[in-house]
């Protein structure tokens, strides 16, 4: 299984809940559909005073191939279009990993 693991930061001048509610009702819902994901979750810090991020999103993707063709689609464009709606994209640090499974 391919992983995609993001940190985000919200952009200049969105406030923490502000950042959080558009992820949760406008962003997620959107990138949910992208084709072949099997698996999507996103976390924000408890504290986000103390945090270094916003937020970190895994999608989860049968293998590379899936994950780049999902990027690469129509609605892959768009989803990345809107992160940068209200994240920082430079400031994102991204890295695709090989998921084990240890505990379910």
């Known amino acids: 299984m391919t992983k995609l693991a993001i940190t985000l930061r ?38 986000p005073a103390s ?16 994950m780049s063709e999902a990027f690469e689609s129509e609605l892959g464009r768009e989803v990345t279009a809107d992160a940068a709606e209200f994240a920082d994209m430079d400031a994102a640090e991204r890295v695709v990993q090989e998921e084990h499974v240890v505990v379910e």
């Open 51 to 66: 945090a270094s991020y916003d937020a970190i999103a895994e999608l989860h993707f049968p293998d590379g191939e899936t």
């Open 10 to 47: 919200r952009a200049e001048g969105t406030s923490f809940e502000e950042f959080k509610t558009y992820y949760l009702s406008e962003h997620a819902p959107l990138a949910a559909d992208l084709p072949g994901l099997e698996r999507y979750t996103v976390s924000f810090p408890a504290d």
